[in-house]
């Protein structure tokens, strides 16, 4: 049986970052592969690039044979290529059953009544959904599963041969999931090509035939579930290579003055659960890192103490609640955030981003931590003058970083340093972070899906998995109690 | 329900207008043919902005394209007045294509942009070209719709009944369902086999044979075609004030803003100057703090979007 879907050498460049190289793959119909690799390896990408929502700079992309790559997306849809969104944005006015014809509708101009045929086939999928009770209600009065059941419905009102599922199980309690995984299992039986597109293995094992695992834009294996979790390449990639551990000098007093105090916190997006519970604490002077796959949770609850999202619950900085405040002031207080995407202004240069990071400091200090920072991460003395949008991903990283340490922050907190970077650049930022931490008396707070990178400079380790808190204990008991099961 | 409720609005306060002649004076009578010629612009602004999500700063470029269209052919030439206003909504349309399709292309407010810099295009255009377009001053027109204020009452009430049904029909249609899911999320329209480009391009046309033919009706009624009244940038301004005041994405909510603008200007007239700057003041406080208009809080009492 010839396959529904051939990927043969997909390229995708944005700017200088390969995103997608050399990509090939083929699903036939009725099979379910997932594509997984951490945020910034390119799988989301490749779902675009299926889709049309991105034009990929080479080679195919056949639906049953014909060529589709490099057409708009709404032609490709038309060829039959669906898409569930993850994030779904349903229309305001329009009920569940709305929404379900929406997608049952012809591209066509002249259609001013709809067809009874229509809805009744609406109502059906509506049905089949477990929407059927809630389809006369408007989206925003419906629970975050009940939105993601809406997508699924209208992909199967398209009846695609080739069903793209970005994220299948974000967000939903261990119930829904089952339900999505029914949902999702009767796509192969109607003999639909499936593609689960995911942060890793885990999450979509029980439901895939295949997985292909990216990183970095590049293919890097490709199996069943079992034997891409057992993929010498993947483990290195989603744990580092052997995890090693280097606990920092005991330093008078580490630890013992309490900074920083979450308690009980639990943030919503919309009605997705992004944090359930979580409590976590950090002394004065300490290195904590907090290990989770990409979803988990981590830069929501960072979100959360640098005041960017509402949470219930209570953070207390040196005793004092931070609930209410802006997030300048809190910021003022000395948490100082370093976020994944990194933030920088790309067409300020290395010096300008520096100075500004610096602009509260008196001209002497702010000069001699220049100079300072300068010896930590060389690169950027000689980049000076450079735009940061030219940077590489590594040196934008240690910008970033730099930038932040030029706040002169009590608690620092690093958002997954490492996102979408080369191994032996990933060598170079560890150094830099273990010169910081045995050198200064800094405050870090480390969010990492990479615990190779995460654990040597850690005094202290929380895992969370799916919006909680699992583990906690130092770094050493991390590899004999927590490992096995973190993949 | 929502249906039932939209009707109960709408049947009795069509019947009052239809009635009023019978009971108010001339001035009243013009003050509302105005207004309803300003209900069309805002209804057609409203099928743009609020269905296809794109917001067109410069409705009077489309308004000013009819309008002037049908001005110099009924000046020059004598066109019969039918004649001259379907050429000038025919007119706003091919304009209004080739200002979309290139500013279509671009994202965000770029394509405000654009047409905003169309309005200054235009205006530039016809007071450059004075002896032809009579500049500033304007120009004159040989025929009008009627010289009786009743007659012009009801031209204007049956064109804003019937375009405000069209528009309103179209946007609780599939198509408008369509166009609703583009200017939301184009992406995802574009992957349920939309073609985007195709729906907004369509309703930006709609939207100039509406605002065109509405442009070249309200000279007819006036006598005379000036920047000031079809042209300028307050006009375009007016309109949006009106479609937003009355409630985004409602359609009929802009008729309604319409004739509110129209209606509490010339209220306020004796207050001079301040007239315009109680106007704009409550426009302000509508739009910071029931930003889904006069009728948008009425339908949907769960408010804000």
């Not at chain 1, 200064?440 to 995460?454: D, P, R």
């Not at chain 2, 279509?104 to 377009?133: C, E, K, M």
Request: charged share 15%; proline share 4%; with cysteine.
């Amino acid at each position: 049986m010839t396959a529904l879907l051939e990927v043969n050498g997909l390229q995708k460049r944005f700017g200088g970052v390969v995103a997608a190289s050399n990509i090939s793959f083929s699903i036939k119909a009725g099979e379910i592969v997932g594509l997984i690799g951490p945020n910034g390896s390119g799988k989301s990408t490749v779902m675009k690039c299926i889709m049309g929502i991105e034009k990929p700079n080479g080679g195919s992309v056949k639906l049953s044979g014909v060529e589709v790559a490099g057409w708009p997306s709404h032609r490709i849809a038309r060829q039959g290529v669906g898409l569930v969104f993850q994030h779904s944005h349903p229309l305001h006015r329009q009920t569940i059953l709305e929404h379900i014809i929406l997608a049952l509708l012809p591209d066509n101009l002249l259609m001013l009544r709809t067809d009874p045929e229509v809805r009744k086939r609406a109502e059906e999928i509506a049905a089949r959904v477990g929407l059927a009770g809630v389809m006369h209600r408007l989206p925003r009065t419906l629970p975050f599963a009940d939105l993601r059941r809406l997508e699924l419905a209208k992909a199967i009102a398209r009846n695609p041969k080739v069903v793209l599922v970005d994220e299948p199980f974000a967000g939903l309690t261990a119930g829904e999931v089952a339900d999505f995984s029914k949902l999702i299992a009767s796509f192969r039986a109607d003999g639909h090509a499936v593609l689960l597109v995911d942060h890793n293995v885990k999450g979509v094992a029980a439901l895939v035939d295949r997985v292909i695992a990216m990183y970095l834009g590049e293919h890097v294996a490709e199996g069943t579930a079992e034997e891409v979790m057992k993929n010498e390449t993947v483990r290195r990639v989603y744990l580092g290579g052997k995890i090693e551990t280097a606990a920092r000098p005991e330093r008078e007093g580490k630890g013992h003055t309490p900074l920083l105090d979450v308690r009980n916190i639990g943030v919503l997006y919309g009605k997705a659960t992004a944090l359930d519970d979580v409590s976590i604490h950090v002394g004065e002077g300490e290195f904590v890192s907090v290990v989770g796959l990409n979803g988990a949770g981590k830069t929501t609850l960072f979100n959360a103490i640098s005041g960017l999202v509402p949470y219930s619950g209570t953070v207390n900085w040196e005793g004092q609640p931070l609930a209410g405040r802006t997030p300048g002031a809190i910021a003022r207080t000395g948490i100082v955030q370093c976020p994944e995407n990194r933030e920088l202004f790309g067409d300020m240069s290395v010096r300008e981003n520096l100075d500004l990071g610096g602009s509260h400091l008196p001209i002497e200090e702010a000069e001699k931590t220049i100079d300072w920072l300068f010896g930590l991460f060389p690169i950027l003395k000689a980049r000076q003058a450079q735009a940061a949008r030219t940077l590489s991903g590594g040196e934008q990283q240690m910008l970033a970083i730099a930038r932040a340490l030029m706040m002169k922050p009590r608690l620092l907190i690093l958002d997954e340093p490492t996102l979408g970077l080369a191994p032996v650049i990933l060598e170079q930022l560890s150094k830099a972070l273990e010169t910081l931490r045995q050198t200064t008396k800094i405050t870090v707070l480390l969010g990492e899906q990479n615990v190779t990178f995460a654990l040597p400079h850690a005094d202290r380790v929380y895992v969370l998995e799916h919006t909680r808190i699992v583990w906690e204990g130092d770094p050493a008991r991390f590899a004999r109690e927590a490992g096995a099961g973190y993949l | 329900m929502l249906r039932n409720r939209t009707f109960l609005i709408v049947a009795p306060a069509l019947l009052v207008m239809a009635l009023l002649p019978f009971g108010v004076g001339g001035y009243i009578l013009g003050l509302l043919t105005l207004a309803f010629y300003y209900a069309v612009f805002a209804m057609s602004w409203d099928l743009l902005f609020g269905f296809a999500g794109e917001v067109n700063f410069g409705p009077s470029f489309l308004i000013g394209v009819g309008a002037y269209t049908a001005a110099l052919l009924n000046h020059y030439w004598l066109w019969p007045i039918p004649a001259c206003l379907a050429c000038g909504a025919l007119a706003a349309v091919i304009a209004g294509m080739i200002l979309a399709v290139p500013a279509l292309r671009l994202s965000g407010p770029y394509f405000g942009l654009t047409t905003l810099v169309a309005v200054l295009l235009l205006q530039n255009v016809i007071v450059l070209n004075a002896g032809i377009t009579g500049g500033e001053i304007g120009l004159d027109l040989p025929d009008v719709l009627a010289v009786d204020d009743t007659t012009n009452y009801y031209y204007a009430f049956a064109f804003m009944v019937v375009s405000g049904g069209i528009l309103f029909g179209l946007s609780r249609s599939p198509v408008g369902l369509i166009l609703q899911a583009s200017g939301q999320d184009a992406v995802e329209a574009a992957a349920l086999g939309f073609n985007v480009a195709k729906h907004k391009l369509v309703a930006f046309c709609i939207s100039a044979f509406f605002s065109g033919l509405a442009g070249a009706m309200l000279i007819f009624y006036m006598g005379t075609a000036s920047v000031g009244t079809v042209v300028d940038i307050a006009v375009g301004v007016n309109v949006i004030i009106a479609a937003v005041l009355g409630g985004r994405r409602t359609i009929l909510g802009a008729a309604i803003g319409a004739i509110f603008l129209i209606g509490a200007g010339e209220i306020l007239r004796p207050l001079g100057q301040l007239a315009t700057f109680v106007v704009s003041a409550v426009a302000l406080i509508v739009i910071l703090f029931f930003p889904s208009g006069f009728l948008g809080r009425l339908l949907h009492p769960e408010g804000r979007e």
